[in-house]
């Protein structure tokens, strides 16, 4: 491997590694709550997801939905470079009467499915998800706090959540009061059968940002334009005039974002705020291989890398092996268990 990649060591002295970006799902097996859109349950996605969990239906359907995330959990404790997960919980969208809109949702994950279950395991964290156009959304962010939630998860383009909307100021502010980042997808989104990616342009952040909300900005919008614009340019300007913004690195290395990564590391100056995560289950899918880079690394270090069973050691060794400095993996720690 190259010599970054092939000299990093996990040490005892070294801050905890944590891939803040690790997605969850269930079924609505064992009483979870979990729902899944017809239309996706009848996409190819939905069995590709599955199988990256290392779960199949019957089993989730014998043995309830905490089995996919014991399975996770399990996988995780086999790593030998990253110590914990944030797992994510996804509200579903909001109707006009303030209830669970189910002919707009593709999935729902619930925060009380993914808090019970995350308990169990020593290795991961509880990350929230709360639609703010819920009619108690205040009062359910001081529940996730109270929970243990470290950040709250938003995925707008498929939620029908408008970040520049004015009325959601008081939801910004009590973000900010209880000291939740907000980790928010930014750029196009495709792991779904819909989405209204205007939804997820960055510039739609701003608000957000000047009410002091700790800003994290999904896959850095490394894919997607707005008005002609490119996303990530607009995300750049934003680095720019927010000392609260950050962005995570996950799915950087997927073959529909090519050059992304590098793309990224090209701005030294926004290491500091990058943070290591994965976009599992899509690093253990074929979007995700040492072999899309045939090109940018020898075939001997490919082998190499795919040789690599877990599959969070592979996405590190990819990623050290691709130029992502070693300081990176740290970030995460930082700001979720100090800041």
């Known amino acids: 491997m190259n010599k970054s990649g ?5 040490r005892a002295d070294r801050p905890s590694i944590i891939d803040m970006h690790c997605h969850v799902a269930g079924i609505g097996a064992g009483e979870s709550g979990c729902w899944v859109s017809p239309a996706l349950k009848n996409n190819f996605r939905y069995t590709v997801y599955l199988k990256a969990f290392g779960v199949t239906k019957d089993e989730l359907e014998e043995q309830g939905d905490g089995l996919l995330i014991a399975r996770l959990a399990a996988e995780l404790n086999r790593s030998r470079h990253v110590d914990a997960a944030v ?11 303030g209830t669970l809109d189910y002919d707009q949702t593709e999935v729902y994950i619930p925060n009380n499915y993914v808090q019970r279950e995350v308990a169990r395991h020593d290795n991961l964290y509880f990350g929230a998800s709360i639609n703010p156009y819920r009619p108690n959304a205040l009062d359910l962010l001081d529940e996730v706090k109270a929970d243990g939630a470290v950040l709250l998860k938003w995925l707008p383009s498929i939620q029908h959540i408008d970040p520049a909307d004015k009325g959601l ?6 973000l900010v ?5 907000l980790l928010t997808h930014t750029g196009d989104e495709r ?4 989405a209204n990616h205007l939804l997820a342009d960055p510039k739609r952040l701003e608000l957000p940002l000047q009410r002091g909300v700790r800003v994290i900005a999904a896959h850095m919008a490394s894919r997607g334009r707005t008005n002609g614009w490119p996303d990530f340019e607009s995300l750049l300007a ?3 005039r927010y000392p609260n913004l950050y962005g995570d690195i996950s799915s950087l290395t997927q073959i529909n974002r090519p050059g992304h990564l590098a793309k990224v590391l090209r ?3 926004l290491y500091p705020r990058l943070l290591y995560g994965t976009d599992m289950p899509l690093i253990n899918t074929p979007l995700v291989s040492p072999y899309h880079f045939l090109f940018k690394l020898p075939l001997r270090e490919i ?3 795919r040789g690599i069973a877990n599959c969070w050691d592979r996405d590190v060794r990819l990623k050290l092996a691709l130029g992502m400095p070693e300081e990176i993996l740290t970030n995460s720690y930082d700001l979720l268990m100090i800041g």
């Not at 092939?6 to 996990?10: I, P, S, Y």
């Not at 100021?169 to 009590?174: A, G, H, L, R, T």
């Not at 792991?191 to 819909?194: E, N, W």
């Open 169 to 174: 100021i008081p939801f910004y502010d009590k």
């Open 303 to 305: 082998r190499q890398l």
């Open 6 to 10: 092939e000299n990093f060591q996990h």
């Open 177 to 181: 009061d209880l000291k939740l980042p």
């Open 87 to 97: 797992a994510l919980a996804l509200d579903g969208a909001v109707g006009r009467d």
């Open 238 to 240: 934003l680095f720019a």
């Open 267 to 269: 701005h030294t100056h």
């Open 191 to 194: 792991s779904f059968t819909s």
